[in-house]
């Protein structure tokens, strides 16, 4: 199983970026499509975007397309999210998850990181 830790993030204001970085570990990390998940207080964690394993197939939530930026880099073995143009509604713990496919990582992920605090005020 591939373990994953995430690093970045922190308090920002709005229009302003941060970006999150998830290293892992394991043998299956460059087969593994990885993604990012965030959950707000009192709301439940939602998906917001997933590379796959050859980092060439991306999708996103429609709240983050064209301001955030999935990526990978399997030498390194980590993912990146890049987000710009942030707003306070994305104030949220983010969360990095891997699986064997993206399917499963955005319908059924079991596989997470600890979480990283993003707060962005207005």
């Known amino acids: 199983q591939v373990q994953l830790v995430e690093s970045g993030g922190g308090l920002v204001q709005a229009g302003g970026s941060l970006r999150l970085s998830c290293a892992a570990s394991g043998r299956t990390f460059s087969r593994s499509a990885v993604g990012w998940f965030r959950q707000a207080p009192g709301k439940e964690r939602d998906f917001v975007a997933a590379v796959d394993a050859s980092g060439s197939i991306t999708n996103y939530i429609d709240s983050v397309k064209g301001r955030f930026t999935i990526s990978r880099d399997n030498a390194k073995n980590t993912v990146y999210l890049q987000m710009n143009s942030l707003k306070p509604e994305d104030t949220a713990v983010y969360y990095c998850?891997?699986?064997?496919?993206?399917?499963?990582?955005?319908?059924?992920?079991?596989?997470w990181g600890q979480g990283r605090q993003v707060t962005v005020s207005s």
């Open positions: 998850a891997a699986g064997p496919s993206m399917y499963l990582l955005t319908t059924s992920p079991t596989n």
